[in-house]
């Protein structure tokens, strides 16, 4: 790996929590290529360097290792689990909306290999906190297709895995029912538009695992029991609290 890739690569470890700020609905696709952009040269380095090496994949090894070593200094600072968790998934959030993308948006088989060793390489660590493989067609689709991005998060937060039995409880409520009544699907709209955000400014706090908890216990646990009795209407006043409380504390604190 030459001095240049190190560089580049060094640079957008330390771009990761910034240019994940930009993770909302409104600016996500644009801010998404621009940085695409100013990292594309490097991806064509990165690639042309792994295809004109004698050891391809000790290349591949090599390059995918620098991000998740320069992660693992990161973490080595921080004196708890606990602290070490809220730092990983600040970044991990960067990594799965920006970095793992922008790796493969080129289509380039050498930068696809990379992105599978680096993953590998970053989850390797005792924490629960794991990221895979993700693109930026998906992530923009599920703005469209309305992914329960606060619901998700909490449920992380809590060790939950994306297909949790709460979460996919919540989705069927929000697709069955809630959108269904009467100002429902203006509330649903509402909050898709505004979770992004919510949770990028949640995982730039020291106590967001902490947040997590309180959304959990304040809101949607009792909805998940207000669902198993059927007593959908009362779970649609806690969510629709949820929303305003959620927005008027996060995006206009």
Known sequence: MNQSIQNGLNDLFDQI?????????????DSFKNAYEKYKPLF??????????EDRQEEIEEIAAVLPDRMREVLDQESSK????????KYNLGMVTYVI????????????????????RWNDHDLELKISK????????????RLCYITTAVCASLGKPDDCYELNLMR?????????????????AEYYDIAPTIVNRINRMENSEDVYADIWSR????????????????CRK??????????RKYLFS
């Open 101 to 120: 993308p922008m790796f493969r948006y080129g289509r380039m088989d050498a930068c696809e290999e990379i992105v599978d060793c680096m993953i590998e």
């Open 172 to 188: 069927r409520y929000r697709d069955e029912y809630l959108v269904n009544q009467k100002g429902g699907e203006e509330i649903v």
């Open 219 to 234: 809101y949607l646990h009792p909805c998940v029991s207000m669902i198993e009795s059927d007593n959908l209407e009362a």
């Open 44 to 53: 064509t380095e990165i690639a042309q360097e792994c295809e004109n090496s």
């Open 238 to 247: 806690i969510y629709t609290d949820m929303v305003y409380s959620l927005r």
């Open 134 to 145: 993700s693109e930026f067609e998906q992530i923009q689709g599920g703005f469209k297709s």
């Open 17 to 29: 929590i910034p240019i994940s700020r930009d993770f909302n609905k409104k600016t996500y696709a």
């Open 82 to 89: 606990r602290k070490k968790e809220n730092v990983l998934m």
